[in-house]
């Protein structure tokens, strides 16, 4: 080895430098005996030493006085491991290492660098590993680094990740990433949970000039404690931000409520004062046992009586057939109330009891030029008249729904649907799920839109409604109601309702939806409905208006239709209803669903069903009314808030005190025949419900019952008869005239007796008050 050094042990010692940066372990071996040993990397044969311990005999050998270091090309002796052999030395020259200083440094700073620093071929294999890195392998077990590969360094959980190293592999050496980082973690012999990350950079084998992937392990244990604290502290912020947006939005909903509640108030304030100067009333509604009543309790409590109330109910008892009837209520109707004569002629044909039915309704009769022995109208179920497509008229459509609805007006309850036995067998199980969504609205809502759930059920809102109604309440399984013929019934009670632009399928699931929600807000809490009577109630509210044809009482009387002359001219509709669907349930042994229950029970039913269904005829709502409101006690009726309407009708006059065990909280006191009473009353409200819905809804059944009003006035001129009231198509603007004198006379006195005696019925009285408002308004431009 020629060296520029002037002194040979400078050289010597040069030597040896050189031996020690021998990284890369090389070894001897003698396949065949004889030949000489040859320089081999990688694996060891059969007999291997380490050249370095050999070689430093040459330079160790070397004396201090010699001045050149001189190696011949002759082979020369050498013992290895005590055998003695002959080696061969060539002279080169150290241009990269020995005479760059620089590079000494950088060795012996890598040899002693801390961090694990590996250098591996494109196929994963180690070439090279400093010192601190091979040590810990072999403290590991690991004695032959050259078959220690990327995967086995690569570690999470203390398992080796093959698919980790591959991928590493491909990311340098296929999409040649400048920097390639991975991250993984395991648990040290302390138990402790240590992350190490491994940073990888493409870089070259210098002495195969091959590419090779330099890699550097890091600990980041601590790093990635604090990633994981701030990330903690971030979720922390995030959940704190998303509580206080919350409670941003709720302060600004109790805001928005606080800002309503004082518009609210301001505006009934503004109501009372402008009604000091109203009527204290415009009828007086109460009837002669109601007055009675009053002026036996004034009695009783030691009070004087006015004489002449007392004269005028005295003459009233004598010529009154029915005592629950209002006192000269054609008068007040007609003369002193300030409507219109149609109005009022209206109101009267539509209230007065069947106690008017014999020679008044004659004189009415003969007066108009009616022929008493005329053509019969065409006026039943099933009539051609009433089996057509109808839309509402576009000045209907105008008046109540506004010029929208002009463009494209809907088709009133959809088409007729005539399901046969195979068909309205069943009812689908799989519900869509809008239609789950409404259905469940439907249970609780006091705004449910009827509408949405006929477009959503193609036009099949009664029996899907009914069914998910009974099935949800208990009362199939309470009673053990086989649910196919359950849900045939339902379709066929369905089937039966006419495309009425009102009294359709759409109504009779609206009334459903409304009575549901009055039983479970108080009336069923309270002990008024319990037991068969909840399925009366549900089964009434199901067939209340089975077969209407879309006319009213009076028309099918003074036509002489079958149905009127059936029932003798007495609620000849609400009759029909109620026979008819129990002549659909007992026309075949699929739809009879009652047919199993005990012979008590199903008598019951049938009985509070009729009862329930006859309830609804108008002409007895004055003495169902009085009735009613003489269970409701004094005190409660007086707190009912009715709006700041102190003019309006009220029954403190007329009510007799409640019995003791009756309260607003507890009705259970109540006789049977109460409890019907208070049921009965509870449909009625249902069956004039929409007088209580959201304006744009409620606005739509005024003009569908508009339309089917002229309707009927089309069908009386064409037979020449005298058009009813409110029915002429070409006066529409005495509907308009009527809602007010409705709901003063009917709607607020009804819905306030109901709030009155069951409290938590509140919400459908003050959405009555808020429709009675517009149409004030309305009145009033």
Known sequence: MQDSMSSASVAAINGLQVLDRINIPCWLHRPVPGEPYCNVKGESMNHTVDPRKSLRQVFTAVKADETELNIADSPFPLTINGEEVTAILSQTEDTFHTLNPEHIRAKIMQKQNPIHTYLFDQFGILISANLNASNKWRLQGVDDMTKFELKNLLRHDGLEQPDAAAAAIKAIFTYKQPLHRVAMCSENSKGQIKWTQYEMWPATD???????????????????????QLEDAKQQLLRQNVQLEAAKVGLEADQVRLQEQQAALRARLQQ?????????????????????????????EGGAPNLEELIAVRNAMVKTIDLRQPMDLDNQLLQRSGMSMDVGQAMMDLLQGDSHSGAKRLMRMQS???????????????????NSSRRLSKDVSQKFCGPEWCEDLPTIAGTDLQYDDGTASKIETAIVPIVERMLQEAGYSWTFNVFDLADATNNRPLSTLAFYLLKGSGLLESYELREDTVACF????????????????????????MLHILLHNGLMQSGAVEGP???????????????HPGLTN???????????????????????????????????????????????????????????????????????????????????????????HPWLPTSSESQ??????????????????????????????????????????????????TEEFFLQGDSERSLGLKISPLMDRTDSAGMVKSQV????????????????LVPGTQPILEGVMANYEYWRGVQQA
């Open 206 to 228: 210098a002495a195969a000039m091959q590419p090779a992937v330099l890699v550097n392990t890091l600990d980041i244990t601590n790093q990635r404690e604090l990633e994981l």
């Open 554 to 644: 009076d028309y099918l009387i003074k036509t002489r239709s079958q149905t009127a002359l059936i029932y003798n001219d007495i609620s000849p509709l609400e009759n029909m209803h109620a026979s008819g669907s129990f002549q659909m349930a007992a026309s075949a042994p699929e739809k009879d669903f009652a047919a199993g229950l005990p012979v008590d029970i199903r008598n019951a039913l049938r009985a509070s069903i009729i009862e329930l269904i006859l309830g609804t005829d108008m002409k007895k709502h004055f003495s169902m009314l009085s009735r009613f409101q003489a269970l409701v006690p004094k005190k409660v009726a007086a707190t009912v808030d009715t709006g700041n």
């Open 533 to 547: 009577m909840q399925l009366a109630c549900y089964l009434s509210a199901i067939c209340h208006d089975f077969c």
């Open 368 to 386: 108009s030029g009616t022929n008493l022995l005329g053509r019969l109208g065409p006026s039943e179920p099933g009539s051609s008249r009433f």
């Open 741 to 756: 004198g409705f709901f003063e006379i009917v709607a607020i006195p009804l819905f306030k007796g109901l709030t009155g």
């Open 656 to 705: 007799a005190q409640a019995p003791a065990s009756c309260t607003a909280s507890s009705l259970a006191g109540l006789a049977a025949d109460q409890k019907l009473l208070v049921a009965q009353v509870a449909l009625k409200a249902a069956d004039i419900a929409h007088l209580s819905a959201p304006l744009t809804i409620h606005k739509r059944w005024t003009a569908q019952l």
């Open 490 to 513: 339902l379709r066929s009670i369905e089937a039966g309702y006419q495309n009425n632009p009102y009294h359709s399928r759409t109504h009779a699931a609206g009334v459903l939806q």
């Open 272 to 300: 009372a004062l402008n009604f000091v100067k109203a009527p204290r009333t415009l009828v007086d509604t109460a009837t002669v046992a109601d007055k009675a009543v009053s002026i036996m309790d004034t009695f009783l």
